[in-house]
DNA sequence: ACTAACAGAGAAAGCGTTTACCCAGCGCGT
DNA sequence: ACGCGCTGGGTAAACGCTTTCTCTGTTAGT
């Protein structure tokens, strides 16, 4: 009979009434606690927050245990299929141990990461995940480690994807090896004539991407000279430019390694905008394997990385679900990386 | 002096002692109030919050207002660019009105759909979007909307997105009409023998995609025969089978319909494997107009959903940041949709 | 000069939880 | 019989904020 439309959500209180118990009673039936409570009482309480549509409300419990129950992820842009399949990862991951998944975007703004973080250290969140593009040299850098530094001795928790950002946690991607291993398969199928779409020199994932594959190329004594290397945004539209930048170049080129797949895939649209068939006139790659390039024609050679698994992983390794103590480092090394020859890269 | 470097964060009592006002007039000053303070004591104040890295205890803040600043979005793949779209439309929305934004995955299961409402209900958000597919005659359809109800008897507010679901706000989205548009234009290219890729019979919006359809077609005499229907995943590779099927069933078509864009993908992906030509032997068109499809050979024929602005409206709706009240049904009608013809259906 | 009106600081009572502490009842060993 | 340790319910004090209300000091009106 008791019709619980009323203005405001049931409280723990109104539990108790209804029940007839003190509120510590409900508290701990409802709520774990060490300590038992009669299986009758438990019942009677159980009924009336069926009856009331009682909730816990997670902010009041967080102020009274001083914790909470929340994880901040941070990513440059939630609509880029890299991001959003970490966040796949890290929401899978979160929802195992009952832990609840906020979403920022940074657009790879350092100053906005930087208000962002601010933001949302006052959700005190368990854990704090930054898979945006770290940069080099920014000037809000220091601010930021600063800023996370505090929330560490706080009682929070960081983890980085990507680089090392020492003493935080960091779920590391073998972006140069990676590369370096790209860079040996290609040659060893026959390429010779290279050149790099590179993002933005000041974003390090870009970079060590870039001195990697360059390194990979020098094993087998190819260089990789300055003007064949083009700087644009980390986007596929950056990746399109860029390849019209290199074509009006005139430079004669018989791969575009792109360092990451969105941007490979602007490559491809744009070399065959320009009348070349991508795959037979000039190879394409990129970097991620993120689930389109499997798509495209030619299907995309690329760097796997497990992108779920690095989302998984950097969750548990803040909350220290996995591989021992949180602080060990990074787990066990980084996270293996694997060349995938597809289509878009024939033996010549 | 003062290192912050303590086991807890500073807490206003903290700041206001360090600035030597009391509590009331540290809050005050910190946190918007209608109250005025002395130009002078808010400035100790802030100096002493700068000082001590004081930030508002977003929980406890809203324990004590009684509101929060939090969003729930359901979705039901994060990795899927039409949802992370929507999410990327949302959370934009949100940070423009200084509101936090959780995630969480239904992964198109009615059940943990519903568990999740109510663990969400937990948080107390002011809004709850649900973009997730809604299904039909689910044995959970009442239940979800017994707990929607009541969230919003207690002060919540919730949207949807894509079908009406009254009495809640809704972003309408005009399956039925696009996927007629679509067709009716696939006619006066000169196709003839459609077959659809529909995914599973109870997502709505599968549903009336193919209701459009086949109503488009039926305006120009062209009927679609039961068996030209295939049942499957609402996801690529639910694509990449139904084409398989298609194809095994030995039909002959010239066009093929998936639901939506990912689908479309995977059957492009089927065709080719089986030494089809996609757009030239047999015509491919989708629907959302995801960005990859731009970028994959053929270019996808589509209908066109601005899938962005559908998530910043639904959040607009539910504040009611827009469009005058937010129960003002759905805003000034149904989003509208846009046939784009590219490479996948060339004239016949 | 005297009071009315107003500003604006501070004290204290919430907000919805958890939890330390108190205390009654009970079974047990001596 | 008696004390003692458990078990487990209840009371009340936190938790970190906001906000109502009280109260003092100013300003202005007559």
Redesign the interface.
């Known amino acids: 009979m008791s019709a619980?439309?009323?203005?405001?959500?049931a409280t723990l209180h109104d539990v108790a009434r209804e029940a007839g118990v003190s509120l510590a009673t409900a508290s701990r039936s409802l709520n774990g606690s060490a300590r038992k409570v009669n299986e009758d009482y438990r019942q009677r309480v159980v009924e009336a927050a069926q009856r009331l549509?009682y909730?816990?409300?997670?902010?009041?419990?967080?102020?009274a245990k001083?914790s909470?129950t929340?994880v901040a992820l941070l990513v440059a842009?939630?609509?880029d299929?890299y991001f959003?399949?970490i966040?796949?990862g890290v929401?899978?991951a979160a929802?195992e141990e009952?832990l609840?998944?906020?979403?920022?975007?940074t657009g790879r703004d350092a100053q906005r990461e930087l208000d962002t973080v601010?933001?949302?250290?006052?959700?005190?969140p368990r854990v704090m995940i930054l898979a945006g593009s770290r940069t080099t040299g920014s000037a809000f850098e220091a601010e930021l480690r600063t800023e996370l530094s505090?929330f560490e001795?706080?009682?929070g928790k960081v983890a980085f994807i990507s680089q090392d950002a020492a003493p935080f946690a960091t779920v590391l991607l073998d972006n140069r090896g990676g590369a370096r291993d790209l860079a040996v398969a290609l040659a060893e199928l026959g390429y010779r004539d290279f050149a790099v779409i590179a993002g933005p020199a000041e974003i390090r994932t870009a970079q060590e991407r870039l001195d990697g594959f360059s390194a990979g190329l020098a094993e087998h004594g190819i260089s990789l000279p300055a003007e064949r290397i083009i700087h644009s945004d980390f986007t596929?539209d950056g990746g399109y430019r860029g390849a019209q930048e290199l074509l009006a170049s005139g430079a004669r080129v018989d791969l575009v390694f792109a360092v990451n797949d969105v941007m490979a895939?602007?490559v491809?649209?744009a070399l065959?905008d320009a009348g070349i068939a991508p795959g037979e006139g000039i190879g394409v790659a990129g970097f991620d394997d993120i689930?389109?390039v499997?798509?495209?024609?030619p299907a995309l050679t690329t760097v796997r990385i497990p992108l779920?698994d690095v989302g998984r992983r950097a969750l548990q390794l803040a909350t220290g679900s996995a591989y021992g103590a949180p602080d060990a480092g990074g787990g066990p090394g980084p996270i293996p990386t694997e060349t995938i020859i597809r289509g878009s890269t024939p033996r010549r």
Chains 1, 2 share one sequence.
């Open positions: 619980p439309a009323s203005k405001s959500p549509g909730t816990t409300n997670l902010f009041a419990q967080a102020v001083g909470t929340t842009d939630i609509a299929p959003s399949s966040a796949a929401i899978d929802s009952r609840v998944v906020t979403i920022a975007v601010r933001a949302l250290r006052g959700q005190r505090s001795d706080t009682g596929r895939v602007g491809v649209s065959r689930p389109t499997r798509d495209i024609t779920e």
